[in-house]
């Protein structure tokens, strides 16, 4: 089976039917998380808006995302989201930073139209001292970024899915509809706006080994790092429905070796400018997520989380187990010159 014929395959299957109104007015998710805020470690407060989703995982999707399952299968109205914001707002304990996923684009018309969009900023305007959004290149426009800052007066940060800085990793391997520079001049409006700029990096994308998926996230922080304020790492976790679960049930996709996120931070950091380089591993030390042996895996994960923290990557060269032969093995058995 082809990787076209593979993507093809598992998107079909993702998209749920259309919504209940009753359904369509309660929130996917939301939880209180470790973040970092001018050097200083706060609690974020993340909250997953149900809205239509991406319209990129119904024309192709990406490999890694499982997001559409969280979708409603059609556009929310402006009063399903209002009651989605009060929701959320009940259970809204002054966390300084807050995050507001839509599994697409918040700054996509169809996902959340212009005046839920001012709505959702403006109940924490005075409140958050910082708003993130993750949103698709196309969509940040100065005409869409310019009222965000008129109801939000702290700092807005638009999170953008650069995921590789090569083209080919980018469309072949990740399925993305853009190239690396429409990534890259998307971050500059933001900049531009007066935002905050932030580009997700995908650590090891299918069809490539840890050696190449190393090598690939390290050159994207060198090649993204003059357009945005700050590079997460993101290695693959396996979700539902998705290219990379097919091919990891049939043990052809393995998620990183924690090793791997630890010397894609140490040699990041290298090239990583002025930007800050983080990396908050979902499902750390899990079989469908990034781990090492099982043994040292929450201790590389709390050393992970505290260079991202204070951005002090030495330490990281410190951490040992006897797993990292494995890896260094596993490494060595790949083909030669994947690095190259
Ligand atoms: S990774 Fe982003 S662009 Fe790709 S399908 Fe998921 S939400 Fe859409
Ligand atoms: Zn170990």
Redesign the pocket.
């Known amino acids: 089976m082809s990787a076209r014929s593979i993507a093809r395959a598992v998107a079909d299957e993702r998209r749920p039917a259309p919504a209940e109104p009753d359904a369509a007015r309660q929130f996917v998710n939301q939880w209180v998380e470790a973040e970092a805020l001018g050097g200083k470690e706060v609690r974020a407060f993340v909250l997953i808006l149900k809205t239509r989703?991406?319209y990129?995982?119904d024309v192709k999707?990406?490999s890694?995302?499982g997001?559409?399952k969280d979708t409603l299968g059609r556009s929310a109205t402006p009063d399903e989201l209002a009651h989605q914001l009060q929701a959320a707002i009940d259970r809204y304990r002054g966390e300084p930073y807050v995050k507001v996923y839509t599994?697409?684009?918040f700054l996509d018309d169809r996902e959340v139209d212009p005046g839920s969009r001012r709505r959702i900023l403006g109940a924490f305007a005075g409140k958050a001292h910082r708003f993130l959004f993750?949103t698709?290149p196309e969509f940040t426009t100065p005409e869409v970024l310019a009222p965000l800052s008129e109801v939000f007066p702290g700092e807005i940060e638009a999170a953008l899915?650069l995921e590789s800085a090569n083209a080919d990793v980018l469309s072949r391997l990740v399925?993305?509809?853009s190239p690396p520079e429409e990534y890259f001049a998307a971050g500059d409006r933001v900049r531009a706006a007066g935002m905050r700029a932030k580009a997700y990096l995908l650590l090891k994308p299918p069809y490539l080994g840890e050696g190449e998926a190393i090598a690939d996230v390290v050159a994207s922080v060198g090649a993204a790092r003059a357009h945005f304020d700050s590079l997460s790492i993101n290695p693959v976790h396996i979700q539902n429905g998705t290219v990379v679960e097919w091919l990891y049930h049939r043990r052809r996709y393995r998620p990183p070796w924690l090793w791997s996120v630890v010397e894609s931070m140490t040699e990041g950091a290298a090239l990583r400018g002025a930007a800050r380089l983080v990396s908050f591993p979902t499902a750390g030390g899990l079989a469908r997520g990034p781990h090492n042996c099982g043994r040292c895996d929450r201790r590389v994960l709390a050393a992970i989380q505290r260079a991202s923290l204070t951005q002090e990557f030495e330490p990281l060269r410190e951490l040992e187990c006897g797993c990292r032969r494995n890896w260094e093995t596993v490494r060595s058995l790949e083909p030669v010159g994947v690095e190259a």
Do not use: I, Q
């Open positions: 989703g991406c990129w995982a999707g990406c890694m995302c997001y559409a599994s697409g684009s993750e698709l899915g399925n993305k509809g």
